[in-house]
């Protein structure tokens, strides 16, 4: 049976059970962290941040600026109304934006991406992935493997790297639509060898790879249709190379190798490919990812994404409201300046939040979190977790499986502990005592939070938030 939470018309912090959830946030800039189930997950009015966890999700931003992000299992992202980001993590996940300007990346697996009205971004990985832009001026990006790209309405862009395979375009518009080669190396028209096939045209890009146009006649290409590389291409291969982007937005992939890239100013997105990479987003609001391989990456300036993929990361959102993610292995992030969002994944994570109000997820495994200034919200997540606020007026979010957590600076009547996604309702139902110099809160059998440095007399019902 499911169980049914709900939020208030404040900012609400709850997590999920390791049963199939109901959640309804109400109004509020509410943040959400899922378990296992499938979960149905509502975020209602307000900028939310939801994480699906393990299961078969449905999850719903509502009206605001939301990020959502899935996780494992087949997942169902509905953004709404907003500027929203949707991230599909493993499994085949279906991502529907809704209004406004959205982005999108659909994480591996065979999925489904629309972005529906407003300019959105749409990026694939491997797996086979179906990317829509719907009305608006999209860029659309099908990553690894075979992938059916349909721009929509208005002027879009399909951006092709190394690795891309065969991707068809089901509604390519001469004149209005620009495909973009430039990563492959390919500075013109001529170098895609293009072909006529009944009623469609094949673009070759080189190693097995290639764009099929339906629709489409060779005749009606031009220059105009395409964006090619610089005489001297400025893009990866399989050494190690030094890429700077313009001062517009650029679409750069490092592909192969231990590559640095520079992105220069705008709104820019890079691929690091396979390799240790080095990636600086300078000015603007820019898509990072890391790849696979041991990458350092900073986003500079602006309300950055940046995700690190496998290996042990080195992440830095910069200035500006950041959201990072480290996925596998054991990584270290810092959110800089700015109100941010730290997710550690799996692995042995480091995560400060430094500057500011932040939110700070440390996922599975061992993780280290601190806030550092500001009012942060600190939630370890599942293994044994080591919590430190920093300035300002923090929350402890525990959730089931905690198992041994400990909180290094508690402030008494300033910071607080929430235990709603527990589901315990008094502080009766804790047992507390005193070991040594620190407090001990034992919710259950193998899940319990030391308290550095605290007196029991100290804990009292004031300091919880209860469900």
């Known amino acids: 049976m499911p169980t049914f939470t709900y939020g208030t018309s404040g900012n609400d912090t709850l997590a999920g059970s390791a049963t199939a959830d109901i959640v309804d946030l109400l ?31 449905y999850v719903s931003g509502g009206d605001g600026n939301d990020t959502l992000s899935g996780d494992t299992g087949d997942d169902m992202l509905i953004g709404g109304a907003g500027a929203d980001t949707l991230l599909g993590g493993n499994n085949q996940d279906t991502l529907m934006g809704g209004t406004g300007n959205d982005l999108l990346n659909t994480g591996s697996g065979d999925d489904s991406a ?10 694939g990985s ?46 390519f518009e001469n004149g209005t639509d620009q495909i973009d080669v430039s990563a492959v190396g390919i500075s013109t028209l001529d170098q895609l060898n293009a072909s006529q096939h009944d009623t469609s045209v094949y673009l070759d890009l080189g190693g097995g790879n ?26 990866g291969s399989t050494s190690g190379d030094t890429l700077t982007g313009s001062s517009g937005a650029d679409s750069i992939d490092g592909m192969d190798g231990s590559d640095k890239i520079y992105t220069g100013d705008g709104n820019d997105t890079v691929l690091g490919g396979n390799g240790q990479d080095s990636l600086y987003g300078e000015s603007g609001d820019d898509l990072l990812i890391g790849g696979s391989g041991k990458d350092t990456i900073d986003g500079g300036d602006g309300a950055d994404t940046i995700q690190g993929g496998a290996s042990n990361d080195k992440l830095t959102g910069g200035a500006g409201a950041d959201y990072i993610n480290g996925g596998a292995d054991n990584d270290r992030l810092y959110g800089g300046d700015g109100f941010d969002t730290l997710i550690g994944g799996n692995g042995n994570d480091r995560l400060w939040g430094q500057n500011d109000d932040d939110i700070i997820y440390g996922g599975a495994g ?17 293994g044994d977790d080591m919590l430190t606020g920093g300035a300002g007026f923090d929350l402890f979010v525990f959730e089931a499986r905690m198992r041994h957590d400990t909180v ?19 502080i009766s139902e804790l047992t507390i005592y005193q070991q040594g110099a620190d407090t001990v809160i034992q919710v259950n059998a193998g899940n319990d939070i030391t308290v550095l440095n605290t007196l029991v007399g100290d804990i009292d019902a004031s300091d919880f938030y209860f469900g």
């Open 114 to 123: 629309e972005g529906g009205d407003g300019n959105d971004s749409l990026i």
């Open 27 to 57: 109004s509020g800039n509410d943040t959400y962290f899922g378990d296992n189930g499938a979960d149905q997950i509502y975020g209602g009015l307000g900028s939310d941040f939801i994480l699906g966890g393990n299961g078969n999700d």
């Open 126 to 171: 491997h797996g086979f992935d179906t990317l829509i832009g719907g009305a608006g001026a999209d860029w659309l990006s099908g990553g690894a493997d075979n992938d059916l790209l349909t721009g929509g309405l208005d002027a879009d862009t399909f951006f092709f790297g190394e690795g891309t395979g065969i991707d068809t375009i089901a509604d």
């Open 366 to 382: 061992k993780d280290q979190l601190d806030g550092g200034d500001g009012n942060d919200k600190l939630n370890g997540g599942l």
């Open 408 to 426: 290094t600076d508690f402030e008494n009547d300033i910071d607080m502990f929430d235990f709603t996604p527990l589901g315990i309702t008094s």
């Open 210 to 235: 290639r764009i099929v146009l339906e629709n489409t006649l060779v005749a009606a290409l031009d220059d105009t249709d395409f964006i090619f590389a610089p005489a001297v291409p400025q893009v």
